[in-house]
């Protein structure tokens, strides 16, 4: 509500502060005592167009030539909840008296004419001023008739004159709107998420095809695999190692002796040692279990050199299978391990999208269902509006008939 208006240098209005009381507040006067002046000012303080003309000139307070002439115009409103709220929005801050001040300074000079709004001091853009304008006031005058002409007041207040019953029906309407809309929101979002899921779910399958084709079982396969390429890529280095051990240790092609004779003749003496000096018999022991395992490893190394064989087809097929689950590795990994692990949660991911049981018939039904509703009130709520609109027009053109206006259209 409007308490309070005050008014400077605008139009004919040297000064002016206007105080409205709760309640209907009426302006009388006679033609030209300025009532038109203070529904402008009204107006201007709240956005509406001003020209340099609003400034009042000539009086004796004007401004020395060169300086601006300047009109300022202020309007206290009673602050409400909604205007509370709307102005935290805006980030400007509470006046105390639980008010809302709008004013507007006017200046013009001969060349510029300026204009600044501002809400609780805080300067606002025009932008700012039409959004308060609308939760303010509402400025009508004599011969207007735009809102009539407004389908969504005709409706209100069509509304209003029908009674409980039409506005009663208008809340069913409303009620079972916001009922289809939100079973309309709830179906999209499930179609987007059907749509997410069957996505997902053909990427699982292709992930799964992939990683079924390798055939993973053993976290331990690559490093195994690694070591038989090392193995058959040095086949021929083994044979030549494992020979030359072979003969140091068991029989040598030269004249040098092998560990084995070595051992031998050094337990001749270790036992000669023995029938003087019983207690150097254990060292026998030990030289004689030495001299079984160098002969031991001696034929091993043997058979290792002779069982030792290139094969140039399984090393091929070592390394791509070594190629193979290295890019699986990357992919699902990084190691081997884990690309198994990661393959046992997509095939329990695969198997929770594949037991989805959330019906999206079921909500395209309930969709339908609500929506029938809905236009079943609505039609409901058009007929009796159009009830209503036909009382009203027999009790306009009856409201007429003293005015001899009962042949207007209505």
């Known amino acids: 509500m409007l308490s309070l208006l005050r008014i400077e240098n605008f139009a004919l209005i040297d000064r002016l502060e206007l105080e409205l009381n709760p309640g209907l ?3 009388t006067g006679e033609t030209g005592a300025g009532k038109s002046i203070i529904l402008d000012a009204i107006d201007i303080v709240l956005g509406g167009k001003a020209t340099n003309r609003a400034i009042r000139s000539g009086s004796d307070c004007a401004p020395p030539t060169g300086k601006a002439n300047r009109a300022l115009i202020e309007a206290t409103f009673v602050l409400t909840s909604e205007l509370q709220d709307w102005l935290k929005s805006q980030e400007i801050e509470l006046l105390e008296d639980d008010s809302v001040v709008c ?23 025009r932008q700012l001023i039409a959004q308060l304008r609308q939760k303010l006031v509402e400025i009508t005058a004599q011969g207007q008739t735009v ?42 979002k499930r179609r987007q998420a059907e749509k997410d899921r069957l996505q997902r779910q053909d990427l699982l399958q292709f992930q799964l095809q992939e990683l079924d084709k390798s055939e993973l079982q053993d976290p331990d396969e690559l490093d195994h695999l ?5 193995r058959l890529s040095h086949v021929v280095d ?19 002796p092998a560990v084995a004779d070595l051992l031998a003749q050094a ?41 030792l064989e290139a094969d140039p087809e399984r090393l091929d097929e070592v390394e791509t299978r070594i190629r193979s689950l290295k890019q699986i590795a990357r992919k699902y990994g990084p190691t081997l391990a884990e690309a198994i692990a990661t393959y046992g ?4 991911e695969l198997s929770e999208l594949t037991d989805d049981e959330q019906s999206l018939d079921k909500l395209e039904q ?13 039609r409901q709520l058009t007929q009796l509006r159009q009830t209503a609109a036909h009382h009203l027009e027999q009790q306009l053109v009856e409201a007429l008939k003293p005015l001899a206006m009962a042949k207007s259209p209505v």
């Open 25 to 27: 507040n009426v302006l």
């Open 103 to 125: 004013s507007r300074e006017l200046s013009a000079t001969k060349t510029s004419f300026r204009s600044r709004s501002r809400i609780n001091g805080v300067l606002a853009n």
């Open 147 to 188: 809102q009539l002409m407004v389908p969504e007041h005709q409706r209100d207040l069509l509304d209003l004159y029908g009674g409980a019953n039409l506005l009663n029906q208008r809340q069913t309407v409303a009620s079972l709107h916001e009922i289809a809309q939100t079973a309309q929101r709830n179906l999209e």
């Open 226 to 230: 690694e070591a038989e390429r090392e």
């Open 238 to 256: 083994l044979q030549q190692l494992s020979y030359q051990a072979y003969q140091l240790l068991y029989q040598s092609d030269s004249d040098a």
């Open 267 to 307: 337990e001749s003496l270790l036992a000669d040692m023995a029938e003087y000096d019983k207690n150097t018999e254990p060292f026998l022991e030990t030289l004689k279990t030495a001299q079984t395992l160098a002969l031991e490893v001696g034929r091993d190394l043997s058979r290792y050199g002779e069982s």
């Open 345 to 348: 949660q997509l095939k329990a």
């Open 366 to 378: 309930d969709y339908q269902l609500k929506q029938q509703e809905l236009v079943k009130v609505c």
